[in-house]
């Protein structure tokens, strides 16, 4: 089944404590992007991969990092993270950037 | 910079009515795309329709329509016969394309809309 697989579901952790949520999808698209959902502000895209080792910052990538070294996988990196990336994320994935976005079914981060 | 969005929080329908919901787009880019992405309770995405912008012609999906005003920068989506499935948050996305027709990579999403379908 083709499909992008994001983990944990669910996260609580603490300040300071490094983490990282992966993404994997099994559809060979060379695309793939993360993005954070807050009320009242949508989906802000943090980062986005055109190819393998291209990475770029997308509208909010403060306080993130985030690698490409295979085609099928985009992890999201928090070095020390900070109650004001308590958020939903979303990894998303696509052959060409302009087609439709496989999405994953989201991380729910809270950071205390 | 692209800024997309979307005037209404929350709108509501009565199921088998009609409802529009709104989205505007800033950009000076001539070449671009526009989705509508569907977030039922399960948090899931779904696109629902998509448009370039160098076609005039409306996308239609089935019951979803979308009404595509170039000059004012406008992207609705139109639901006929609404269901109870319907009952969503919506997003318009704007990613705007080189001349060469390659993409940015950037995609930018509106605030959302919350549609609520009303038995």
């Known amino acids: 089944e083709a499909q992008v697989t994001q983990n944990p579901r669910y996260l609580i952790t603490v300040t300071g404590k490094k983490l990282t949520v992966t993404c994997s999808q099994n559809m060979n698209h060379e695309y793939m992007s993360w993005y954070r959902q807050d009320p009242g502000l949508g989906l802000r895209q943090i980062y986005y991969?055109?190819?393998?080792?291209?990475?770029d910052k997308g509208d909010v990538p403060e306080g993130y990092k985030v690698s490409r070294k295979e085609k099928r996988n985009f992890p999201l990196i928090l070095e020390s993270p900070s109650p004001n990336q308590t958020s939903l994320y979303f990894c998303a994935s696509s052959l060409l950037i302009d087609e439709k976005l496989f999405f994953g079914s989201g991380t729910q981060l809270s950071v205390l | 910079a692209q800024t997309v969005t979307q005037s209404q929080p929350e709108m509501s329908v009565q199921e088998a009515e009609t409802v529009t919901l709104s989205c505007t787009y800033d950009t000076s880019e001539n070449n671009y795309y526009l989705f509508w992405y569907k977030q039922p309770p399960s948090r899931q995405m779904i696109l629902v329709i998509r448009?370039?912008?160098?076609?005039?012609q409306n996308a239609t999906e089935n019951r979803f329509s979308v009404n595509f005003q170039k000059a004012a920068k406008s992207f609705s989506l139109k639901i006929s016969d609404s269901q109870l499935g319907d009952t969503a948050m919506y997003f318009c996305a704007f990613g705007a394309l080189r001349a060469g027709g390659t993409s940015y990579g950037k995609l930018t999403f509106g605030q959302g809309t919350i549609l609520t379908v009303h038995p």
């Open positions: 991969s055109m190819n393998v080792e291209v990475t």
């Open positions: 448009q370039e912008a160098y076609k005039q």
